[in-house]
């Protein structure tokens, strides 16, 4: 059994519940994945979880690298500061965001989902 990671509450920023939980080993972040899209894109916040669209299919962990992938390029973070924490056979997933200053992932992502 894998122990469970500590997290505290999200906290508001900027008026808006945090889309990022801390905890001991870095950032936490709620997605759900939805494989075998039309294209590779982050699409909402929705239900307290990033909904990201990928064409990868969950077969030989494709689509989580695929998910690595666009959230690397979309918040300029080393794919080896990403890691799934939770979920990786599973749509809903908890990612592990490694040595990253939470404004700034923050402020990437708010820009982002304003497109």
Request: avoid cysteine; hydrophobic fraction near 40%; charged fraction near 30%.
């Amino acid at each position: 059994m894998r122990p469970r990671i500590q997290t505290t509450p999200r906290k508001k920023l900027y008026g808006l519940v945090s889309y990022f939980r801390k905890s001991q080993k870095g950032l936490l972040l709620n997605i759900k994945v939805a494989p075998k899209a039309s294209a590779n894109k982050i699409v909402r916040w929705e239900n307290n979880a990033l909904k990201v669209l990928v064409t990868a299919t969950p077969d030989k962990n494709l689509a989580n690298r695929s998910v690595i992938e666009l959230l690397s390029k979309t918040l300029k973070v080393a794919k080896g500061n990403i890691e799934i924490a939770r979920g990786a056979k599973q749509k809903e997933k908890v990612l592990l965001f490694i040595n990253q200053e939470l404004s700034i992932l923050e402020e990437k992502l708010k820009a982002h989902l304003e497109k």
